[in-house]
Structure formats: structure tokens, C-alpha cells
């Protein structure tokens, strides 16, 4: 009997930070308070300072599917021509909740692991000038695979359309100039680079979205943006806040704040650097080559080898939950996260774990193969010791 921690190695939920989880439980406190609205306006202010944006931001109880919904349902009309970018489950997220909202909207696809252009959105804009917002995923969390979404916020800037984009894991993995490269509209969730349980989403709304929203006729109630402005504002919500969870994000925040937004972002990036060398030294191919994020790296089981039996030598041997893939991609791929709370430690580990496990399944390596492709990569970036 070997003992065996419980490890979250999934791109949401990703592991917690544990002074956030801490002050979880000081949620002995009501809503419409000035202790409470004290938190709460600190959180917003600290959230529109990581995210690095002058415009609103709005937060709400709710996964991060919420955000997605509030936009479309407050900033929409039925009928409104839209065009979708789908390169995995998230885009079809988006598809899915255009069409029960109404929207007509152009999919642009891309087969999974594979990204949507600037230039295809460039032309789906010019080929219908009526099109009122773009819709993408910064990352794509099922393949890790990331987009363009400067190029992009360039292209639908030029027009009448707003770009609303879901940045659930693209914040803290990957550069976003909100302000700078016109993402009207970014969604994040507090399960992922945040390093706090599931429950709260939020979003980032631009001049030209409230003006879509002056004359959206969507119905919408719970998520009501306009009306969440206002009570934020006052800091406050308009309903009952997830009062723990605003505890462990003013928590995790200050955590981001001290470290910096663009520190987290590039540790993601090392981790996936690493992780990307490790699982190439030993033999592994990328889902997403082309363009590949750094929340989460997709990862082709060998050949004759389901992932799901990855998946499950993970837990049973290590105690550790890593992604299997989402929909078609289940058994094809496994996914290991990098955002939020990871450290190189957690990468070697799971490198060293995956060795035994592929060794044990009949892909044989060289054990250590892949631990000293990740080392190389951590001494390369000269990572200095914390005090
Ligand atoms: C996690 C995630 C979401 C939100 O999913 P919820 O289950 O609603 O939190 C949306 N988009 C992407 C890209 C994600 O990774």
C-alpha cells in the first residue's frame, strides 16, 4: 500500500490556491454589508487591473458558460448575422448558443487541433458587412490549440461588429491587450488560471458592446448586464453573490496582483514549453502543432493505446486526475493543464508518472527521457530559486 495525494492536473478545475481556499471559510458574512462591498468592489477593481483593461468588468454566480450566455443574450437580437469561430468543443459552445438564441450565424470550422485564420474572418466580415459580432475561443481548452485573436480584434475592429471572445483559459496562459486589440467583449471563470473552485464568471465589456447593448432586444433576466453595471457600481450584485467564492478570488487576486499578470502568463508558458519537450523527447505527438496554447497541452496517446487507459493509470497509480479528450477526441488524446496554480514540480512529476505509465502499457521509454527534456527547459529559462 502506497499512499497517494489527490493531484488536479485538469485545465479546469486547476489545482486551488490554498490561502483562497482559506478564506473561504470567513463567508459568515451578508451581502448588503459595507464589509462585504468593500470585498466586492476591490474584486472587480482587481480584476479589471490583471486583465488589463479600462473597461467595465461584471461578474456573476455562475460557470463560466454564463458569461458566454450574458453576451450573447444582452448585446443580441434574433436574427442578427454573426460568424463563429469553432476549432473544438468551445466554439461549438458558442454555435450552440447562437442557435438558441436566434443569431444566423456563419460557423467557420476547423477540424480539432487546427485553428480558424484572421484571414477566413477577414473575409466572412467583407462577404457580409450586416455581421454583428465574431465569436471565438483565445484557447481552445478540448484541443489546445490557441488563436489569433490580435489579428482577428484588428479585422472585426474595422467594422460594425463587436468581438466577443472567450478567454476562459486564454487569461493568465497567453498576452491579451483587451484595450489595445479591440476584444469588446472577454469572458473568463474562476476554475481556471484564477486558482479558485468553479462559480464565478466574468467579462470585460467595451464601449462599442454597450452600445450594441442599447439596442440588443434578446430577453435575458438573470444575466442582466446593464442592471449588474449598475450594482456594481454600488458595490454590490444584483442578486445574491457567491459570497465564499468572491472571498477566495479577493484571495487570489492579491496573489495575481504580487506576482504580476504577465508572471503567471509566462509561467504557464514555460510549463508548457517543458511539457511540449518531454512529451516530444519521448516519442509523443502534439494534438495541436500548429499553433499551441499554454493552458492546457493535448497530447496523442501512442499508437494501440487508448488515452482513457492514460486517464486511468493516472488516478489508480498516481492519484491524479488528468483530461481525457472531450467528445470524438475521448481516447484519441490526453491533456495536461499549465494555468493557474502549476509549478515546474508539478511538470516533472507528471512527466516522471507518465513514463511509468506508458512503460507499463507496452510504449517503452527510456525513463528519465522526457524529466530531462522538461529540466533542460527549466534550466534554459534560468528559473531562480525563491527565497
Ligand atoms: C472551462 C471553459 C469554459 C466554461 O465552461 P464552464 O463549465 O461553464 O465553466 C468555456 N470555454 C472554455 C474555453 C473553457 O476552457
Not at 58 to 75: E, K, R, W
Not at 107 to 130: F, N, S
Not at 198 to 227: D, I, Q
Amino acid at each position: 500500500m502506497h499512499l497517494r495525494k489527490q493531484r488536479l492536473l485538469t485545465p479546469g478545475p486547476t489545482p486551488l490556491y490554498p490561502p483562497a481556499l482559506h478564506a473561504m471559510m470567513a463567508a459568515d458574512l451578508h451581502h448588503r454589508t459595507e464589509e462585504f462591498r468593500k470585498v466586492y468592489r476591490s474584486c472587480l477593481a482587481d480584476l479589471k487591473e490583471v486583465m488589463g483593461t479600462s473597461n467595465d468588468v461584471l461578474m456573476f454566480a455562475a460557470s463560466g458558460t454564463g458569461a458566454m450566455d450574458a453576451a450573447v443574450s444582452n448585446l443580441f437580437s434574433r436574427g442578427d448575422k454573426v460568424v463563429v469561430c469553432s476549432a473544438g468543443k468551445f466554439g461549438e459552445r458558442w454555435a450552440e448558443i447562437a442557435k438558441a438564441y436566434g443569431l444566423e450565424a456563419n460557423v467557420l470550422t476547423a477540424p480539432y487541433g487546427e485553428v480558424v485564420t484572421p484571414g477566413r474572418v477577414e473575409a466572412a466580415l467583407a462577404a457580409e458587412p450586416a455581421v454583428k459580432g465574431v465569436f471565438v475561443q483565445a484557447s481552445e481548452t478540448s484541443t489546445g490549440a490557441m488563436h489569433d485573436v490580435r489579428a482577428m480584434g484588428q479585422a472585426v475592429a474595422r467594422t460594425g461588429a463587436i468581438f466577443v471572445v472567450d478567454a476562459i483559459t486564454g487569461l493568465g496562459t497567453m498576452p491579451l491587450d483587451i484595450d489595445g486589440w479591440g476584444l469588446d467583449v472577454t469572458i473568463g471563470g474562476s476554475q481556471k488560471a484564477f486558482m479558485i473552485p468553479p462559480g464565478l464568471a466574468f467579462l470585460s465589456v467595451s464601449p462599442k458592446a454597450w452600445k450594441m447593448a442599447e439596442t440588443a432586444t434578446l430577453p435575458h433576466y438573470y444575466f442582466n448586464l446593464k442592471k449588474e453595471k449598475k450594482s456594481g457600481d454600488a458595490g454590490e450584485s444584483s442578486w445574491t453573490p457567491a459570497t465564499a467564492m468572491i472571498l477566495a478570488m479577493a484571495e487570489a487576486l492579491r496573489f495575481i496582483k504580487q506576482m504580476g499578470m504577465a508572471k503567471l502568463t509566462e509561467n504557464a508558458q514555460l510549463l508548457a514549453e517543458a511539457t511540449r519537450a518531454a512529451v516530444r523527447a519521448l516519442g509523443l505527438e502534439l494534438f495541436a502543432p500548429g499553433s499551441p496554447g499554454s493552458s492546457v497541452t493535448a497530447v496523442k496517446a501512442p499508437a494501440g493505446m487508448d488515452s482513457s487507459t492514460i486517464v486511468k493509470e493516472f488516478r489508480n497509480r498516481f492519484g491524479a486526475i488528468i483530461a481525457n479528450g472531450q467528445g470524438t477526441m475521448k481516447g484519441q488524446i490526453f491533456r495536461i493543464a499549465h494555468l493557474g496554480y502549476f509549478d515546474f514540480a508539478d511538470v516533472f512529476a507528471t512527466v516522471a508518472a507518465l513514463e511509468i505509465i506508458l512503460n507499463a502499457n507496452g510504449f517503452s521509454v527510456q525513463y528519465g527521457t522526457g524529466v530531462a527534456a522538461a529540466q533542460q527547459v527549466y534550466a534554459r529559462a534560468a528559473v531562480k530559486p525563491q527565497p
